[in-house]
Nanobody, 123 residues
């Protein structure tokens, strides 16, 4: 599986963005998928994840109520709708395919990573 993430950009505080991640090659339809982010000088951190059929999701506490993860199995894609963006959301966002079917929250549970898309939120 190869992943291509896109949709990042420069926005102001309070704006919205929708990140997309398309998987090509082998299907990821039987695997959980997730989004992580890495801000400058910081460790990569979990943002959101979704299980293989979209019925279970997990969120990092600071994005709960603002971000929504979803997937479209037919398109082999996962999305991250980000609302009410804050400067602290500024980071490179990565999508990933999990080793299992569940909504994993640990980076070690993921086997394939996309190249990342930059989100910059200005104050």
């Amino acid at each position: 599986v190869q992943l291509q993430a896109f949709g990042g950009g420069l926005v102001q505080t309070g704006a919205s963005l929708r990140l997309s991640c398309a998987a090509s090659g082998r299907t990821a339809s039987n695997n959980g998928m997730g989004w992580f982010r890495q801000a400058p000088g910081k460790e990569r951190e979990f943002v959101a994840s979704i299980d293989w059929n979209g019925s279970n999701t997990r969120y990092e506490d600071s994005v709960k109520g603002r971000f929504t993860i979803s997937r479209a199995k037919a398109e082999n894609a996962v999305y991250l709708q980000m609302n009410s963006l804050r400067p602290e959301d500024t980071a490179v966002y990565y999508c990933a395919v999990a080793r299992s079917a569940g909504p994993a929250t640990n980076a070690y549970s993921y086997k394939t990573w996309g190249q990342g898309t930059l989100v910059t939120v200005s104050s």
